[in-house]
């Protein structure tokens, strides 16, 4: 659990992953893919690096948030 914990903890990761979770539950992980994208090309283009972990840590929240989006939709289904 550290290691998950330290990997969150560097370049403000969870944030990443925290602000994808209602993206990924309002709309779709395809919107997600988008965000990431461009928080990654607009750091690119401000002079620092494109980070890969950042861009998954973004994409693994909106999956967390298409999931109970999901997840959701069924609940509604099976109750009507």
Not at 46 to 71: C, Y
Request: glycine share 12%; with cysteine; net charge positive.
């Amino acid at each position: 659990m550290g290691k998950i914990k330290e990997w969150f903890s560097v370049s403000n990761r969870d944030k990443h992953f925290k602000y994808a979770i209602p993206v990924g539950f309002i709309f779709t992980i395809l919107c997600v893919l988008g965000l990431a994208s461009g928080m990654e090309y607009k750091d690119k283009l401000k002079g620092g690096i494109w980070d890969w972990k950042d861009w998954w840590a973004t994409m693994l929240g909106g999956l967390v948030g298409q999931i109970v989006q999901i997840a959701l939709i069924i609940i509604i289904i099976l109750i009507f």
